[in-house]
T-cell receptor, first 112, second 110 residues
Framework: KAGVTQTPRYLIKTRGQQVTLSCSPI?????VSWYQQTPGQGLQFLFE???????NKGNFPGRFSGRQFSNSRSEMNVSTLELGDSALYLC???????????FGPGTRLLVL | TQLLEQSPQFLSIQEGENLTVYCNSS?????LQWYRQEPGEGPVLLVT?????EVKKLKRLTFQFGDARKDSSLHITAAQPGDTGLYLC??????????FGTGTRLKVLA
């Protein structure tokens, strides 16, 4: 069974731009969560989607948004990028919401 | 706010040595997970513990969940260079899905 895939793997943007990251969960998994990982703050929860609905949201500004499609694939969007948004963005999927989550390789975003 | 503190933050040891990493919180978690992450990759799940006092072994790795389900430890016996990586504990699931610990960066020297 294929693992969680994330595209693109690397991205360079400039301040003020927006970016969209994609996550394809493991086949049969319906829950997708997004995390931001930085050296200073560690791994922090962004939001979780299940059945195309956002179920939980972490303490991030409204510039961070996401959605989930009927095939469980998910996208996250960051608008008006700031230097501090440079991070590894990780997607994790699980079959159901309370079950073990499996991480993708992440998208490394660099904001210049 | 739920927090998970890991200690030590950094650990550099020689191949063959034993080590223990700790994960502590003032909050109770329904389950606790341990992950290993290599540079530029996502965390890989090592184990999930759900019962207070539970001990799980994975080859040379021994995981323990505290009786009160607030803390956990990871013990590695006879560390090998392949054990090098960032070790993360995570408690949950809860409102913020999983709360991740601050991480322990382990380097095992050959």
């Amino acid at each position: 069974k294929a693992g969680v895939t994330q595209t693109p793997r690397y991205l360079i943007k400039t301040r003020g731009q927006q970016v969209t990251l994609s996550c394809s969960p493991i086949s049969g998994h319906r829950s997708v969560s997004w995390y931001q990982q930085t050296p200073g703050q560690g791994l922090q929860f962004l939001f979780e989607y299940f059945s195309e609905t956002q179920r939980n949201k972490g303490n991030f500004p409204g510039r961070f948004s996401g959605r989930q499609f009927s095939n469980s694939r998910s996208e996250m969007n960051v608008s008006t990028l700031e230097l501090g948004d440079s991070a590894l963005y990780l997607c994790a999927s699980s079959r159901l919401r309370q079950e073990t989550q499996y991480f993708g390789p992440g998208t490394r975003l660099l904001v210049l | 706010t739920q927090l998970l503190e890991q200690s030590p933050q950094f650990l550099s040891i020689q191949e063959g040595e034993n080590l223990t990493v700790y994960c502590n919180s003032s909050s109770v978690f329904s389950s606790l997970q341990w992950y290993r992450q290599e540079p530029g990759e996502g965390p890989v799940l090592l184990v999930t513990v759900v019962t207070g006092g539970e001990v799980k072994k994975l080859k040379r790795l021994t995981f323990q969940f505290g009786d009160a389900r607030k803390d956990s430890s990871l013990h590695i016996t006879a560390a090998q260079p392949g054990d090098t990586g960032l070790y993360l504990c995570a408690g949950g699931p809860g409102t913020y899905k999983y709360i991740f610990g601050t991480g322990t960066r382990l380097k095992v020297l050959a």
